[in-house]
């Protein structure tokens, strides 16, 4: 997609790039996994939306959905739905099962409520993690 202008009064860090991406992700170190879809991203962070509300300062680590995962789409009955409802979309990048991004860890920023959304109720921020040495 093209890049997302940051406009005059935009404070971001980095560019933003619009995306219509479903991932997966769970809380460091939980097994659970949710669905999300992605609406933008940069080199540092990204913001999709999410049926679980997350606090900021949450750890995540960030899949791509493969829709053709069998265990996402049937385990958990919330992440299950919703991701039946992604990889239904003709087309969808899960469908393709070519991701576009590689697995990410990332800190929650913000979480905020969506108006008028069935699958998805939250926006969520996340700035990326950067490994230490």
């Not at 933008?40 to 995540?60: E, H, Q, V």
């Not at 739905?81 to 969808?92: L, N, P, T, Y």
Request: hydrophobic content about 30%; proline content about 6%; overall charge positive.
């Amino acid at each position: 997609m093209v890049g997302v202008s940051t406009g005059k009064g935009d404070k971001r860090r980095e560019p933003r790039h619009g995306s219509n991406n479903p991932i997966r992700f769970a809380q460091l170190n939980k097994n659970e996994n949710y669905v999300g879809l992605v609406r933008d991203y940069s080199r540092s962070g990204m913001f999709f939306f999410s049926a679980r509300k997350l606090n900021p300062g949450t750890c995540i680590v960030i899949h791509p959905l493969d829709c053709h995962d069998t265990d996402v789409l049937w385990g958990h009955s919330q992440c299950g739905a919703v991701a039946v409802r992604v990889c239904s979309i003709e087309g969808s990048p899960g469908r393709q099962s070519q991701p576009f991004i590689n697995m990410v860890t990332a800190q929650v920023v913000r979480c905020e409520p969506l108006k008028d959304s069935d699958d998805f109720r939250y926006g969520v921020a996340v700035d990326y993690i950067r490994p230490t040495i």
